[in-house]
């Protein structure tokens, strides 16, 4: 069985200062990894996904994520918070023929 | 290109009472998904189609849950009746296939009194 694991339920960082939101993924196959994010009262929207080709991932406004297949880890990053960032963020993963499983969420605070 | 459209963007209405949701999903898109999404917590998938089939609706309860994709497009989610415990946003994605990314709605809030 698949599963992920979002480390942190909430994380703040002041403006300008790096994003790092923690992913862990449980999976005896090679996955397919995303990572989402969605802002109150809107829908989600894919911010970057992993399908088996470079390990490091870039994504849409600045962020990026590493596969790390021997920790098991998609983790993403941005080099620098803006407040437009604050947000909920959901690492997903989907195996072959299986359908996306969401984590439970990370709430982003950007602090001014 | 139009995204994935839901409809209605809200929902209230008294328990026992019957609510559909209607989704339209990306032109070509064959996988069409229902997920539930509570607050504070990621979307569970409710039910999948690959075109007109339903694949995977091992977690719809089925009791008063239903859903239907006809001509494999368009798709509808039916709750009758209505509990409290309802309460909550129906997304609405698709994709081209099983395993690539999926685009979703907007959602659908229901609050049920």
């Known amino acids: 069985a698949q599963s992920v694991t979002q480390l942190d339920s909430h994380v703040s960082v002041s403006e300008g200062t790096p994003v790092l939101l923690r992913c862990n993924y449980s999976s005896s196959y090679s996955p397919s990894l995303f990572w989402y994010v969605q802002h109150p009262n809107k829908g989600l929207q894919l911010l970057l996904k992993?399908?088996?080709?470079?390990?490091l991932v870039k994504g849409i406004n600045g962020f990026e994520a590493e596969f790390k297949k021997s920790e098991t880890s998609f983790h993403l990053t941005k080099p620098s918070a803006h407040m437009s960032d604050a947000a909920e963020y959901f690492c997903?993963?989907?195996?072959?023929?299986?359908?996306?499983?969401f984590g439970k969420g990370t709430r982003l605070s950007v602090i001014a | 290109e139009a995204g994935v459209v839901q409809s209605p963007r809200y929902k209230i209405i008294e328990k026992k009472q019957p609510v559909a949701f209607w989704c339209n999903p990306i032109s070509g898109h064959n996988t069409l998904y229902w997920y539930l999404q509570n607050l504070g917590q990621g979307p569970e998938l409710l039910i999948r189609?690959?075109?007109?089939?339903?694949?995977?609706d091992s977690q719809l309860p089925k009791d008063r849950f239903s859903a239907e994709r006809l001509k494999g497009v368009d798709s509808t989610l039916k709750i009758q009746p209505a509990e409290l415990g309802d309460s909550a946003v129906y997304l609405c994605?698709?994709?081209?296939?099983?395993?690539?990314?999926?685009?979703f709605g907007q959602g659908t809030r229901l609050t049920v009194v």
């Open positions: 997903v993963v989907s195996l072959r023929n299986t359908p996306l499983v």
């Open positions: 992993y399908t088996s080709a470079a390990t």
């Open positions: 189609y690959e075109n007109e089939e339903a694949v995977d």
């Open positions: 994605a698709s994709s081209l296939e099983l395993n690539t990314e999926a685009f």
